[in-house]
């Protein structure tokens, strides 16, 4: 008899703390959409934009996330290198950039008031590197890292590669 009486108890005072709008802690009762129960969207894989005129028939599009040469640094070490490329230049006209190694050219759809030229020269240019052409679902990225410690990082609107 009591083990009805606290169940029944239990439940009329769960019913007056949803009918008054409460929830047990005196704060408003959160409910849940129908949506909000949906399962996430997944966001289309990205797509480049256009092929920029200046970029040559020839250059490929990058569709998947590629890595060119290789730095590993650890603490009190000299960083070890596999497969660097030696950055040649890198200019920005047009809205392309355009990165010049020793072993292809990497075009960029990237609006150029995000680029400095004199500041890759004089960071970058006759440097040893590794660089990440990234592809995520949400975005293209260029990552950039001399064996000094230099590096830099591009968001463009699709990569090419020659």
Sequence with gaps: MLKTFVVASTLLYATAILACGASSNGGPVTTISPEATRAPTV????????????VP?????VVQTSTLGEITRRAKE????????ELKDGICANDLLTIH????????ALTCDR?????????FAAKQASLVL???PDRYRIL??????AQAEFTPDGIWVE
């Design 115 to 123: 680029f400095d030229n004199e500041q890759f020269t004089q960071l």
């Design 78 to 85: 000299t960083p070890q290198t596999n497969s660097l490329r």
């Design 144 to 149: 950039i890292e001399t064996v000094d410690g």
């Design 101 to 108: 190694t020793s072993l292809e050219t990497i075009y960029a």
């Design 57 to 61: 028939g020839a250059a490929t599009p």
């Design 43 to 54: 966001a289309a894989p990205v797509s480049p934009g256009a092929k920029p005129t200046d």
């Design 134 to 136: 990234e592809v995520t």
